[in-house]
Nanobody, 119 residues
Framework: QVQLVESGGGLVQPGGSLRLSCVAS????????MGWYRQAPGKQRELVAA???????NYADSAKGRFTISRDNVKKTLYLQMNSLKPEDTASYYC?????????????WGQGTQVTVSS
């Protein structure tokens, strides 16, 4: 019964900022690892940033120093603050919820939100 809905994408000039949001339904947000992935046309989907249930974070090298992932476990919402955006950040951004149990691991995905960085 997990559902993920992203929002906040759009068109922005180089050097600008965007804040993406992902609202999760269901009962597993607080125990899940959450992540933001992106995929550009003709390229593989890649991890941008991840947040564990205890608040630890991990970033792709391309995102370090510019992006910040955060989560609100009460609102069950994941955020990605993106600053100093570059044209190479242009992609569809996807919210991911990862559940790791002793006998299974499940991944849930949102529909994606488009980010375009261009003059």
């Amino acid at each position: 019964q997990v559902q993920l809905v992203e929002s906040g994408g759009g068109l922005v000039q180089p050097g600008g900022s965007l804040r993406l949001s992902c609202v999760a339904s269901g009962s597993f947000f607080s125990i899940a690892t959450m992540g933001w992935y992106r995929q550009a046309p003709g390229k593989q989907r890649e991890l941008v940033a991840a947040s564990t249930r205890d608040g630890n974070t991990n970033y792709a090298d391309s995102a370090k120093g510019r992006f910040t992932i955060s989560r609100d476990n009460v609102k069950k919402t994941l955020y990605l603050q993106m600053n100093s955006l570059k044209p190479e950040d242009t992609a569809s951004y996807y919210c991911n919820l990862h559940l790791a149990f002793p006998t299974r691991a499940n991944d849930y995905w949102g529909q994606g939100t488009q980010v375009t960085v261009s003059s």
